[in-house]
C-alpha cells in the first residue's frame, strides 16, 4: 500500500485552527429557553471556511469542531451534529466553486449558504424526528412520528439559527477580505 | 450558558477509572450509544443509568461539574417529556384528558424511555471526558488508526478552543467599551452586534495559523516517516478485561432485546 504523503504544516495548523474556532463559536450563544437548544455562532465559522478556504476544511473542521462540544454538552446529538456540519460544509463549499467565475461573489455565497444551511436543518430534524425515539425492532405499536413534537418545536430556531449565521458569514467574509488581504493564500 | 471551565471537565484524579486505557473507554462509549439506541426496557435503562451514575460519582467530580451536566441533560428530557402527549395520544388508559393535550400510559412509557435512553447515552461520554484528558485522548484516536497528523490537528484545536473562548471575552469586553451592545435586542440584532467581535476574533486565528505552521516546520514536523513518544499508552490485562467483560454485556443486551436467550 501506498504510504499517504503527510498534510503540509500550514494545512494542519489551518485544520487546528479552524475546529478550535468552529468549536468556540459553538460554545458560545445565548439559550433559547422554548426549547433544549441554543443558539449559536458555530454555522458563522463553518460557512466562512467554505466561502475562504475549501470545502474539505469546512466539512472537517465543522464536523469535528461543533462534535467536541456537543459530546461534552448534549452527548446524544453528536452522531447528527457530524453527518449535519458536515454536508453542510461540504455544499456549501463546492457550490463556492462551482460558481466561482458564474456570478458575483456575494450572490454565490448566499446560494450556498442557504442550501447548505437548509441542509443542516433537514439532518437535525429527521434525527430528531426518526432517529432518537427510535425503538428498533422491538415494539412495533411505536411508530415513527412519535419523535415528531420535540422536532418541530426545535425546526423554526434552527432555520433562524442557519439564515442567522449565514447572514453574518456573509457579511464577515467581506470585513475579513478587506483587513486581511493575505487570506486568499490559504486557499489551495 | 455554563462556566468557562466546561470546555475541558477532565478531573485530574487518581482513580481507577483514569488509569484505563483510553482506547478501552472511547470503544466503550460508542458501543453504549449503539446498543441504548436498541434496548426499549425502561427497568433495563433505569439499571444503566444508576451504574452509570456511580461510576460517574466514583471519578471524583466535584458537585459542580457534575450537577450542571446532569442539569444540561435534564432540561432536554423534561422538555421532552411536557411536549410529547400533545404528538402522541396514542393508548388506552387516559391519565388526563385536555383536548390537544391527552397524556396515556403508553404514550408516557414511550417518553420516559426516550428520555432514559439519552440520559444514559450522554452519562456515557460525560465519563469519557471526565476521566481523559485531551493528550491521552488524542493518543487514543492515533492508536486507533487516525494518521498522525490529524492528531496533531486535533490536539492542536483542544488546545486552542479555551484560548479562542478567552479572546472572544476580550474582543466584546473592548468592543463593549467603545459603545458596542451585545446583550440586548432581539434574536437577530443580537446577532448581527457579534459582527464586530467576530473580525478581529478571525484576524487572531489567521495569525494563529501563521506562527503554528512556522512552529511545526521549525520543530522538524514531517522530517520522519515513524514518530516516537516519550509518554506512550500501553494496553494492561486489566484493560482487556474490561474491553471484553463491556463487549459481553453488550452482547447479552443484544442478544435478550432481539429474544436470541430463552428468558421468558
Known amino acids: 500500500m501506498a504510504k499517504r504523503k503527510l498534510m503540509s504544516p500550514k494545512k494542519v495548523a489551518i485544520y487546528g485552527i479552524f475546529t478550535a474556532l468552529v468549536a468556540a463559536l459553538t460554545f458560545i450563544g445565548f439559550p433559547i429557553t422554548a426549547t433544549r437548544g441554543y443558539f449559536n455562532f458555530g454555522e458563522v465559522a463553518i460557512f466562512f471556511i467554505a466561502f475562504m478556504i475549501g470545502w474539505k476544511e469546512a466539512a472537517v473542521c465543522g464536523a469535528i469542531g461543533a462534535a467536541l462540544i456537543d459530546m461534552q454538552i448534549v452527548a446524544f446529538f ?17 457550490i463556492i466553486i ?17 442550501a447548505g444551511g437548509s441542509l443542516m436543518v433537514a439532518t437535525y430534524f429527521l434525527y430528531e424526528w426518526l432517529v432518537l425515539p427510535l425503538n428498533l425492532f422491538n415494539d412495533p405499536g ?13 425546526l423554526p430556531f434552527n432555520i433562524l439559527q442557519a439564515a442567522c449565521c449565514g447572514a453574518i458569514a456573509v457579511m464577515l467574509t467581506k470585513g475579513i477580505e478587506r483587513a486581511y488581504p493575505r487570506i486568499s493564500s490559504l486557499r489551495d | 450558558m455554563a462556566a468557562l471551565a466546561f470546555v475541558d471537565i477532565f ?14 473507554k472511547m470503544i466503550s462509549a460508542a458501543l453504549l450509544t449503539v ?56 393508548g388506552d388508559p387516559v391519565i388526563i384528558d385536555l383536548w390537544l393535550y391527552k397524556p396515556t400510559v403508553p404514550a408516557m412509557t414511550r417518553a420516559l424511555t426516550v428520555a432514559l435512553r439519552i440520559f444514559v447515552i450522554a452519562s456515557g461520554w460525560l465519563i469519557l471526558m471526565l476521566t481523559t484528558n485531551h493528550s491521552k485522548l488524542v493518543r487514543g484516536f492515533v492508536k486507533l488508526g487516525c494518521p498522525y497528523d490529524f492528531g496533531i490537528s486535533l490536539s492542536i484545536a483542544l488546545r486552542y478552543i479555551p484560548n479562542f ?20 435586542g432581539n ?24 506562527g503554528l505552521s512556522e512552529a511545526l516546520v521549525s520543530r522538524a514536523y514531517g522530517a520522519k516517516e515513524t514518530r516516537t513518544y516519550y509518554r506512550d499508552i500501553g494496553m494492561r490485562y486489566w484493560d482487556v478485561a474490561i474491553l471484553v467483560s463491556v463487549v459481553a454485556v453488550a452482547s447479552i443486551f443484544m442478544a435478550a432485546q432481539f429474544g436470541w436467550l430463552p428468558l421468558r
Open chain 2, 165 to 184: 473562548l478567552a479572546t472572544f471575552a476580550q474582543i466584546k469586553e473592548a468592543q463593549a467599551s467603545r459603545g458596542l451592545e451585545t446583550s440586548r
Open chain 2, 11 to 24: 478531573v485530574p484524579n487518581p482513580s481507577p477509572l483514569h488509569s484505563v486505557d483510553p482506547r478501552i
Open chain 1, 98 to 114: 462551482a460558481f466561482k467565475d458564474k456570478m458575483k461573489q456575494t450572490k454565490a455565497r448566499i446560494i450556498a449558504f442557504a
Open chain 2, 35 to 90: 446498543v441504548c439506541f436498541f434496548l426499549s426496557d425502561p427497568i433495563v435503562l433505569i439499571a444503566l443509568l444508576l451504574f452509570l451514575q456511580v461510576l460517574t460519582i466514583s471519578t471524583g467530580v466535584t458537585l459542580k461539574v457534575y450537577g450542571s451536566s446532569v442539569w444540561l441533560v435534564l432540561r432536554f428530557t423534561i422538555l421532552l417529556l411536557l411536549i410529547w402527549p400533545i404528538f402522541d395520544r396514542a
Open chain 1, 142 to 154: 411505536i411508530s415513527f412520528y412519535s419523535g415528531l413534537g420535540p422536532a418541530l418545536a426545535e
Open chain 2, 187 to 210: 434574536l437577530v440584532g443580537r446577532a448581527r452586534n457579534m459582527v464586530p467581535v467576530l473580525v478581529p476574533a478571525f484576524a487572531i486565528a489567521f495569525r494563529a495559523i501563521d
Open chain 1, 78 to 94: 453528536v452522531p447528527a451534529t457530524l453527518v449535519a456540519k458536515s454536508i453542510e460544509g461540504w455544499l456549501s463549499g463546492s
